[in-house]
């Protein structure tokens, strides 16, 4: 009998190094989904300083803007004549992306362990999505500048495609954070402070 009670009894230092290795997983794909939205085919804009924004003759030393970004991913897209084609497709990736951290993080609502960097990596992917968005939308004007003809419908679908992504994208990193809020306030035996949702807006 004794026996049989050893053979079955569950090493406590074994499962917590298994859960940890498991939690490390799931962060990893949760990074790794993160880092494939965050890609872009064109060089990733520079922020702009408050106060360059604020300084008359500052625009010289903005570095490289988003409007810089779509007008270089504009001239870059190949073949000439189907450039809005191309530009599609790289915007079909790029929410192609989007639906893999979608389930990815939803997916890591169960996860054993969640920490303030797995809805850091959610939201930052959410703020990419809002920049490609941007200059997708800007290389598609520039396109039209080039001489070739955009589709307006098209150009709206995948405006609202975007939107859909980050309003979907914004309510798993909610519920992300609300499971954190939670986790805490069963560890700290606490109430969580209330947590204003409003990621979900486009």
Not at 147 to 171: C, H, Q, S, W
């Amino acid at each position: 009998m004794m026996a049989f009670t050893a053979g079955c009894a569950v090493n406590p230092i074994s499962s917590q190094s298994s859960a940890k290795h498991q939690a490390v997983a799931e962060r990893d794909l949760l990074a790794e989904a993160a880092r494939q939205v965050e890609s872009a085919p064109w060089p990733k804009p520079e922020p702009v300083s408050f106060v360059s924004r604020i300084t008359v003759g500052a625009i010289d030393d903005d570095g490289f803007t988003k409007t810089d970004a779509a007008e270089t991913y504009a001239a870059a897209l190949q073949p000439a004549g189907a450039r809005f084609q191309q530009l599609e497709a790289d915007a079909s990736a790029n929410l192609k992306a989007a639906e893999r951290l979608l389930d990815v993080a939803e997916t890591s609502l169960a996860a054993a362990r969640l920490t303030g960097n797995d809805v850091a990596l959610v939201e930052e992917a959410i703020q990419a999505l809002r920049e490609n968005r941007q200059i997708y939308v800007s290389a598609a004007h520039q396109i039209e500048k080039l001489g070739e003809t955009v589709d307006d419908d098209r150009l709206d679908a995948i405006r609202d495609a975007y939107n859909i992504a980050i309003r979907d994208l914004g309510e798993a990193a909610n519920a992300l954070a609300d499971r954190l809020d939670h986790d805490r306030s069963e560890n700290y035996a606490s109430p969580a402070k209330p947590r204003v949702n409003n990621l979900s807006g486009v």
